[in-house]
């Protein structure tokens, strides 16, 4: 199995930044892909940003804003968020996706770090 640790969430004013980061501990992965979704009460957990091998997608409403990448030894992944604004306020999950078969993965996630945009 894998744990997942985030850390960087907070309260921030709107148009401020934070920085997101999360590491993967366990054996030896095979990750197919690394990536952040946020979540509101009541609503369902919605994809923020994703990197992969085969490139990197966002959210519409992050465009321009977040950046997402991975460390050299592809152990951690980071979402740097700028101009941050009231609507980005959730709670924040780290996800991994690790090959697990040929031709399946499972999905990992974090325990979830909350991110507050207010005045």
């Known amino acids: 199995q894998v744990q997942l640790v985030e850390s960087g969430g907070g309260l921030v004013q709107p148009g401020g930044s934070l920085r997101l980061s999360c590491a993967a501990s366990?054996?030896?992965?095979?990750?197919?892909?690394m990536g952040w979704y946020r979540q509101v009460p009541g609503k369902q957990r919605e994809l923020v940003a994703t990197?992969?091998?085969?490139?990197?997608n966002y959210a519409d409403s992050v465009k321009g804003r977040f950046t997402i990448a991975r460390d050299n030894a592809k152990n951690t992944v980071n979402l740097q968020m700028n101009n941050l604004k009231p609507e980005d306020t959730a709670v924040y999950y780290c996800?991994?996706?690790?090959?697990?078969?040929?031709?399946?993965?499972?999905?990992?996630w974090g325990q979830g770090t909350q991110v507050t945009v207010s005045s």
């Open positions: 990197i992969s091998s085969s490139g990197i």
């Open positions: 996800n991994v996706v690790v090959r697990v078969w040929a031709t399946r993965s499972t999905d990992y």
């Open positions: 366990g054996s030896a992965l095979s990750v197919d892909a």
